[in-house]
């Protein structure tokens, strides 16, 4: 069983940058695609970021490309989600997620996810 701990979030002005984690537990970390979804409040939970097994190859959502950077440290069975250039419609939980495979096909359905961190709470302030 594959457990996900997400932490890093906080509350932050808009311009500014923060770095989320997941640690992965119970499982070899390069055996999984892994992604980043958000939900705020009110409105569908969103395809951020996912990497591939070895972190080679990532995707990225269009509202968040170039600003925000999936990684890898499968050495420490993590995951990152550096978040440049916070802005307040980023708002939102973070969900660090998980899924049997080492081939990233572009941002997925959660749906297709196995695996769920609790989520950590990001508020970017104007």
């Known amino acids: 069983q594959v457990q996900l701990v997400e932490s890093g979030g906080g509350l932050v002005q808009a311009g500014d940058s923060l770095r989320l984690s997941c640690e992965i537990s119970?499982?070899?970390?390069?055996?999984?695609?892994m992604g980043w979804f958000r939900q705020a409040p009110g409105k569908e939970r969103e395809a951020v970021a996912a990497?591939?097994?070895?972190?080679?190859?990532?995707y990225y959502s269009d509202s968040v490309k170039g600003r925000f950077t999936i990684s890898r440290d499968n050495a420490l069975n993590t995951v990152y989600l550096q978040m440049n250039t916070l802005k307040p419609e980023d708002t939102a939980v973070y969900y660090c997620?998980?899924?049997?495979?080492?081939?990233?096909?572009?941002?997925?359905?959660?749906?297709?996810?196995?695996?769920w961190g609790q989520g950590t709470q990001v508020t970017v302030s104007s």
């Open positions: 997620t998980g899924k049997a495979g080492r081939f990233a096909t572009g941002l997925r359905p959660g749906s297709e996810y196995d695996y």
């Open positions: 119970g499982r070899t970390a390069s055996n999984y695609v």
């Open positions: 990497t591939s097994g070895t972190g080679v190859v990532n």
